[in-house]
């Protein structure tokens, strides 16, 4: 009878506590993979189109959203996103390895080129940026965003591309 017990309370501990591992992956897989940025709960992509609407009231919600929030978001991102959290790589790494899960992971310096280029599809609203962008051309630690930048400005400001290209 004792043995019973025994046995029974070492199965409801390892039941548990597989349960709490699981638990914990799922959470991990859930949070450490790259997601899409919401701005106001909608995609990126959605701003973008509402800017062309022609309601009038979509298409102002969508231009206040771009300069309050998505102009600064990617502005900070390329500036400032420079690192990837060593553990944070480590563990999406090891848990691709289990078998159901599949975590997208974008790198910092793909983070930053993908702000560049999502400024640039703004065009010239997306002017706020460019002395950002004029800064970034300096930057000779990534290669891939002094390659990114000239483009982008060419597409949101001409004339201070022309001008960044006759200064270098």
Same mark, same amino acid.
């Given at each position: 009878?004792?043995?019973?017990?025994?046995?029974?309370?070492?199965?409801?501990?390892?039941?548990?506590? =597989?349960?709490?591992?699981?638990?914990?992956?799922?959470?991990?897989?859930?949070?450490?993979?790259?997601?899409?940025? =919401?701005?106001?709960?909608?995609?990126?992509?959605?701003?973008?189109?509402?800017?062309?609407?022609?309601?009038?009231?979509?298409?102002?919600?969508?231009?206040?959203?771009?300069?309050?929030?998505?102009?600064?978001? =990617?502005?900070?991102?390329?500036?400032?996103?420079?690192?990837?959290?060593?553990?944070?790589?480590?563990?999406?790494?090891?848990?691709?390895?289990?078998?159901?899960?599949?975590?997208?992971?974008?790198?910092?310096?793909?983070?930053?080129?993908?702000?560049?280029?999502?400024?640039?599809?703004?065009?010239?609203?997306?002017?706020?940026?460019?002395?950002?962008?004029?800064?970034?051309?300096?930057?000779?630690?990534?290669?891939?965003?002094?390659?990114?930048?000239?483009?982008?400005?060419?597409?949101?400001?001409?004339?201070?591309?022309?001008?960044?290209?006759?200064?270098?």
């Amino acid at each position: 009878m004792i043995m019973k017990k025994r046995m029974l309370r070492m199965s409801a501990g390892v039941l548990a506590g =597989l349960c709490v591992l699981a638990g914990c992956t799922w959470v991990l897989s859930r949070t450490l993979g790259t997601h899409e940025t =919401l701005y106001q709960g909608k995609s990126l992509d959605y701003w973008s189109m509402q800017l062309t609407n022609r309601d009038a009231a979509a298409s102002n919600q969508a231009v206040a959203v771009l300069y309050s929030d998505i102009i600064p978001h =990617l502005t900070n991102q390329m500036v400032s996103d420079t690192n990837d959290s060593a553990l944070r790589v480590a563990l999406i790494d090891k848990l691709n390895m289990l078998p159901g899960i599949q975590m997208e992971f974008v790198g910092a310096e793909q983070r930053r080129v993908q702000a560049v280029m999502d400024l640039a599809a703004f065009g010239p609203r997306a002017k706020p940026a460019v002395p950002i962008l004029l800064k970034l051309l300096k930057d000779r630690s990534s290669k891939e965003i002094v390659k990114a930048v000239p483009k982008a400005l060419k597409q949101i400001d001409p004339e201070a591309a022309a001008k960044a290209r006759a200064a270098h």
